[in-house]
């Protein structure tokens, strides 16, 4: 066990040399330079300035989102219980871009965007855990009525660019996820929230460890089942809002990289938690980095001058994919 852990710790440290050696405008011989205390100060601004808070941020996202889908399939013990088909992301994107379009929030005022991405959560699981009333329990169901809520709020989220049409862009970079232009603000607007949280998701890992062998048995545990599950939600919650606040909404990062983190450290979650943090990092982190190098190599095959792939794009596409596998393999299996 500790082997692996060692060995994701090491791929977290390759995902993030990958993402500050794959971007524009300064070379990896410049990085190196400026990591050593030189370099110019165009490229000094770029690295230090640019290149380290995006790391960053693409690593507190993605540590956020998989510890975030893991509380949330270990609380409801479903599955497909992740933060894109439980309401949580489409309503946290719909609060933050509500906000920003009608003024109330931007990144002039990054605490009121992790507000409005957090009502916007809480709002959308709320109306998720309604509509499946009895049928909560059943993977299916809760897949079926998540897909409706998901349609639901992202039609809603369309309908702000009636009252801001000039709010085009900002709608764009919520709804598809990107870590494009993030700054040392965006930083320290995560990793506060993001460390908060991670802690409370710590100390309910063994709580969840009970309701993942059903309620029964963790009430005989002498587990208030309904009050360790509603901690467990609110927590679900904080995190995607944060990393939705932060870089918006990157598909099925919360509902595929659990399932990797349990299959390599077990569903004991007192191991499985940090484990599923340090899996949400990389893969948020090499994917950044694969989208920004896959960037430069279409615009010079395209012969555009710039060409920017968000990295919610990316993992949107690698994590249906991946999906559609791992049913077509297994179809028996529920997931």
């Known amino acids: ?13 390759v995902c993030a040399c990958a993402e500050l050696l794959a971007g524009r405008g300064v070379s990896p011989a410049g990085v190196a330079d400026v990591l050593g205390g030189g370099g110019d100060a165009t490229e000094r601004h770029i690295v230090l300035q640019l290149r380290l808070p995006r ?3 693409a690593l507190g996202a993605g540590a956020c989102l998989g510890v975030a ?4 399939q270990s609380a409801l013990r ?3 219980a992740g933060p894109e088909v439980t309401g949580v992301t489409p309503g946290a994107v719909l609060g933050a871009v509500t906000a920003t379009g009608l003024g109330l929030a931007g990144w002039e005022s990054p605490l009121a965007v ?3 991405a957090c009502v916007g959560g809480c709002t959308g699981a709320a109306l ?5 009333g009895r049928g909560r329990g059943d993977p299916e169901q809760t897949a079926l009525h998540g897909v409706l809520v998901s349609a639901v709020l992202g039609g809603l989220t369309a309908m702000v660019l009636l009252v801001a049409p000039g ?15 993030r700054v040392w603000q965006h930083w320290h607007l995560l990793w506060p929230w993001a460390l908060a949280w991670g802690a409370v998701a710590w100390l309910l890992a063994g709580p969840l460890t009970l309701l993942r062998c059903g309620d029964e048995l963790a009430a005989a545990a002498g587990l208030a089942t309904g009050r360790a599950r509603s901690l467990a939600l609110l927590c679900a919650v904080a995190l995607t809002a944060g990393a939705v606040a932060a870089v918006g909404a990157l598909g099925f990062v919360g509902l595929l990289v659990p399932h990797v983190a349990v299959a390599v450290f077990g569903a004991d979650l007192r191991v499985s938690l940090p484990g599923v943090a340090l899996v949400g990092a990389a893969v948020v982190c090499g994917s950044d980095a694969a989208a920004q190098l896959l960037s430069r190599l279409l615009a010079s095959a395209l012969d555009f001058g ?27 299996r529920t997931f």
């Open 167 to 181: 709010e085009l862009g900002s709608v764009v970079q919520w709804l598809v996820g990107t870590t494009e232009g």
């Open 306 to 332: 710039r060409l920017t792939l968000p990295v919610g794009a990316l993992t949107t596409c690698l994590g249906a994919a991946l999906l559609m596998v791992v049913v077509r393999r297994a179809p028996s």
């Open 55 to 57: 790391l960053l941020v």
């Open 128 to 132: 998720l855990w309604l509509l499946a």
């Open 1 to 13: 066990m500790n082997r692996r852990f060692w060995a994701l710790v090491a791929l977290v440290v």
């Open 69 to 72: 889908g893991l509380v949330l």
């Open 114 to 116: 992790v507000v409005a």
């Open 78 to 80: 479903n599955p497909l």
